[in-house]
Nanobody, 126 residues
Framework: QVQLIESGGGLVQTGGSLRLSCAVSGRTSGRFLVAWFRQVPGKEREFVASMRWSERTTYYGDSAKDRFTISRDNAKTTAYLQLLSLKPEDTAVYYC???????????????????WGQGTQVTVSS
């Protein structure tokens, strides 16, 4: 089993920044992958970024390129999502997700992840 707990969301002005954290516990060995998704009420969940836990190989969604960065600490206990140059359209609940053995062609598919956190709200004011 894997447990994920997000934190770091909040209210920020346009152009501001936030760093989201996802505390990861449980079995993380093997082909473990951590991802960030976001969702606005009434809209589909959107892939933001993911990282292979051991190799630190990263993948990004179109909305994240050049502004968001996924990373993890050396102890492999926490995943981060650095959000820069935030825009009102970045407002959403951001979820941390994790899975094992997710193939590269499937990293953007939320259904590939077995574990999910409770989400953290990010609100960007104009």
């Amino acid at each position: 089993q894997v447990q994920l707990i997000e934190s770091g969301g909040g209210l920020v002005q346009t152009g501001g920044s936030l760093r989201l954290s996802c505390a990861v516990s449980g079995r993380t060995s093997g082909r473990f992958l951590v991802a960030w998704f976001r969702q606005v009420p009434g809209k589909e969940r959107e892939f933001v970024a993911s990282m292979r836990w051991s190799e630190r190989t990263t993948y990004y969604g179109d909305s994240a390129k050049d502004r968001f960065t996924i990373s993890r600490d050396n102890a492999k206990t926490t995943a981060y999502l650095q959000l820069l140059s935030l825009k009102p359209e970045d407002t959403a609940v951001y979820y941390c997700a994790a899975g094992v053995g997710v193939i590269t062609s499937n990293v953007r598919n939320g259904a590939a992840y077995a574990y999910w956190g409770q989400g953290t709200q990010v609100t960007v004011s104009s």
